[in-house]
């Protein structure tokens, strides 16, 4: 069965440094999302992505946020300068039509020290 | 702004017992709602969800769940539990498409726990 993956599992960086977090969505989906959930609270919506092009966010994503989809197949979150309220477990998911089943991926848990 | 509400943090259960998660949301029409259970180190799995027509829905492992319009509820049942259901579930709800809008907005979860 075909499955979202990310890469790291888990990810140590000091505060200030940059970090890239990356995820291969099923290869026929079209959309693609980042959610994140701060250990202990909601799963919340960071970012949806669809034809190379932001198309929501929230307003936890804001300038030391960015996605790209550099290739076919991957999809990365960046965060520029990472901050200690940064750590938490980071969810790709990709759902092949709009507000069709999101499949997500197992996560990358960001620990910002 | 839509909310989700998830009014019990925990629940045990006995393995065998049946289970009833609650779920209301805050939204003027009818959201797209879903049920996603999450597994320790695993991702999010989707147990079932309702975008219209009967309110009574069906999913994976044995879960169904009742969408109630006048209670702006979406419950999730299962008869009889069994010990591998322990997790976290989560209810979420999208806006829907004649709004744009895909994000899910997902409640703050239920932690069920399974006594033998």
């Known amino acids: 069965e075909p499955e979202v993956t990310q890469t790291p599992s888990h990810q140590v960086t000091q505060m200030g440094q940059e970090v890239i977090l990356r995820c291969v969505p099923i290869s026929n989906h079209l959309y693609f999302y980042w959610y994140r959930q701060i250990l202990g609270q909601k799963v919340e919506f960071l970012v949806s992505f669809y034809n190379n092009e932001i198309s929501e966010k929230s307003e936890i994503f804001d300038d030391q946020f960015s996605v790209e989809r550099p290739d076919g197949s991957n999809f990365t979150l960046k965060i520029r300068s990472t901050k200690l309220e940064d750590s938490a477990m980071y969810f790709c998911?990709?759902?092949?039509?709009?507000?069709?089943?999101?499949?997500f991926g197992p996560g990358t848990r960001l620990t910002v020290l | 702004a839509q909310s989700v509400t998830q009014p019990d943090i925990h629940i045990t259960v006995s393995e065998g017992a049946s289970l009833e998660l609650r779920c209301n949301y805050s939204?003027?029409?009818?959201?797209?709602l879903f049920w996603y259970v999450q597994s320790p180190g695993q991702g999010l799995q989707l147990l079932l969800k309702?975008?219209?027509?009967?309110?009574l829905v069906q999913g994976i492992k044995g879960f169904e769940a009742e969408f109630k319009r006048s209670q702006s509820s979406f419950n999730l049942r299962k008869p009889s539990v069994h010990w591998s259901d322990a997790a976290e579930y989560f209810c979420a709800v999208a806006l829907g498409m004649d709004t744009g809008r895909r994000a899910l907005t997902f409640g703050s979860g239920t932690r069920l726990q399974v006594q033998p």
């Open positions: 939204y003027g029409a009818t959201p797209y």
């Open positions: 309702y975008f219209s027509g009967d309110t």
């Open positions: 998911a990709s759902s092949e039509l709009p507000l069709n089943e999101q499949f």
